[in-house]
């Protein structure tokens, strides 16, 4: 059977519609969607079942121990599990199936998995890591544009790592601001997220230092080297064509500066803004507010920062507990 002649197919088409015009949700967030739904739609294909109303609670458990025997991890298991969940009562309210089977299928337990955090020190070894700008050449063989260059973009890399531990923004987020999201003078930027929805988070005085050095001495050379036939003016953090900086390039600037602070922990863009919530936590920010500043949906999704180390447990107790003593 064709797609053309499947409804599941044709009903995970309007579905993701859906996700994109009525809620607004990211391409990202659709195209994960459309990944996992994928995966379900051709497995329920294997069973010759190509029509909602055919899908029984049983199809469902299957599938999901079928997962499990293909060795994906708790946590996909659970996200794939999701769209799933989503997806048919989507059919129930589009009545494409009369009944949702999947509510009453829970995602297996696993192992619970904490973000990749760095300690304040690790954190401020990786921001120190970016090396000062050279002073630039005065005579010989060295050329002052490709000094002048090569400053531009270590006064980049700085204010953007600054910038993201400061606001733990999504690299998404940090890459998609524009000049006018930010005031330096206010300490304040705007953040566009998941969704579309926009938030303001404080920019601390380190990062608004970093930002404005850029800004003045940094930028305008990259800018400087724009590319005929690139739009782009509006981007903050600029590459080396004058071009808006790309997601690649941030994972390559935070494993740069990581292997010159000499951090051996997983490195990644997530990796500043796990750091940014739980030292948010561990410093005596309460949960709702960290939320707020991460941008998240559900306060469920930012508890996963309120986990303490055994050390802290530890004196917590031996401090607060009268007979511990």
Same mark, same amino acid.
């Given at each position: 059977?064709?797609?053309?002649?499947?409804?599941?197919?044709?009903?995970?088409?309007?579905?993701?519609?859906?996700?994109?015009?009525?809620?607004?949700?990211?391409?990202?967030?659709?195209?994960?969607?459309?990944?996992?739904?994928?995966?379900?739609?051709?497995?329920?294909?294997?069973?010759?079942?190509?029509?909602?109303?055919?899908?029984?609670?049983?199809?469902?458990?299957?599938?999901?121990?079928?997962?499990?025997?293909?060795?994906?991890?708790? +946590?996909?298991?659970?996200?794939?599990?999701?769209?799933?969940?989503?997806?048919? /009562?989507?059919? @129930?309210? #589009?009545?494409? =199936? &009369?009944?949702?089977?999947?509510?009453?299928?829970?995602?297996?337990?696993?192992?619970?998995?904490?973000?990749?955090?760095?300690?304040?020190?690790?954190?401020?070894?990786?921001?120190?890591?970016?090396?000062?700008?050279?002073?630039?050449?005065?005579?010989?063989?060295?050329?002052?544009?490709?000094?002048?260059?090569?400053?531009?973009?270590?006064?980049?890399?700085?204010?953007?790592?600054?910038?993201?531990?400061?606001?733990?923004?999504?690299?998404?987020?940090?890459?998609?601001?524009?000049?006018?999201?930010?005031?330096?003078?206010?300490?304040?930027?705007?953040?566009?997220?998941?969704?579309?929805?926009?938030?303001?988070?404080?920019?601390?005085?380190?990062?608004?230092?970093?930002?404005? +050095?850029?800004?003045?001495?940094?930028?305008?050379?990259?800018?400087?080297?724009? /590319?005929?036939? @690139?739009? #782009?003016?509006? =981007? &903050?953090?600029?590459?080396?064509?004058?071009?808006?900086?790309?997601?690649?390039?941030?994972?390559?600037?935070?494993?740069?500066?990581?292997?010159?602070?000499?951090?051996?922990?997983?490195?990644?863009?997530?990796?500043?803004?796990?750091?940014?919530?739980?030292?948010?936590?561990?410093?005596?920010?309460?949960?709702?507010?960290?939320?707020?500043?991460?941008?998240?949906?559900?306060?469920?999704?930012?508890?996963?920062?309120?986990?303490?180390?055994?050390?802290?447990?530890?004196?917590?107790?031996?401090?607060?507990?009268?007979?511990?003593?």
């Amino acid at each position: 059977m064709g797609d053309s002649d499947n409804e599941l197919t044709r009903l995970r088409e309007r579905f993701l519609a859906h996700l994109d015009v009525e809620r607004g949700l990211s391409k990202a967030t659709i195209t994960a969607y459309e990944s996992d739904l994928g995966k379900y739609i051709d497995w329920l294909g294997g069973r010759g079942i190509h029509d909602p109303r055919h899908i029984g609670k049983q199809d469902v458990e299957d599938y999901v121990a079928w997962l499990d025997s293909c060795g994906e991890s708790a +946590r996909s298991k659970a996200r794939r599990l999701a769209s799933v969940h989503m997806f048919h /009562r989507f059919a @129930v309210a #589009e009545h494409a =199936a &009369i009944d949702d089977v999947s509510a009453a299928i829970k995602a297996p337990k696993g192992a619970s998995t904490l973000p990749d955090v760095l300690t304040v020190d690790e954190v401020a070894r990786l921001l120190d890591a970016v090396p000062q700008p050279s002073p630039m050449p005065t005579g010989g063989t060295a050329s002052p544009v490709g000094q002048a260059a090569a400053n531009a973009v270590l006064l980049r890399d700085k204010a953007l790592l600054e910038f993201m531990y400061a606001t733990g923004s999504r690299v998404s987020e940090a890459v998609g601001a524009n000049l006018d999201d930010i005031d330096l003078d206010e300490h304040v930027a705007r953040l566009m997220g998941k969704g579309s929805k926009q938030r303001l988070v404080p920019l601390g005085t380190y990062a608004c230092a970093a930002m404005r +050095r850029y800004l003045d001495e940094g930028r305008p050379t990259l800018e400087a080297a724009r /590319r005929r036939g @690139v739009p #782009e003016r509006r =981007a &903050i953090f600029l590459n080396k064509r004058g071009a808006r900086l790309s997601r690649q390039s941030v994972w390559e600037i935070i494993k740069l500066a990581g292997a010159r602070a000499h951090i051996d922990k997983p490195l990644h863009p997530h990796t500043l803004r796990h750091s940014f919530a739980t030292h948010l936590i561990q410093g005596g920010a309460d949960v709702r507010t960290v939320q707020e500043l991460l941008g998240h949906a559900s306060v469920t999704t930012t508890q996963i920062y309120t986990h303490v180390s055994p050390e802290n447990l530890i004196e917590t107790y031996l401090t607060a507990h009268p007979r511990a003593r």
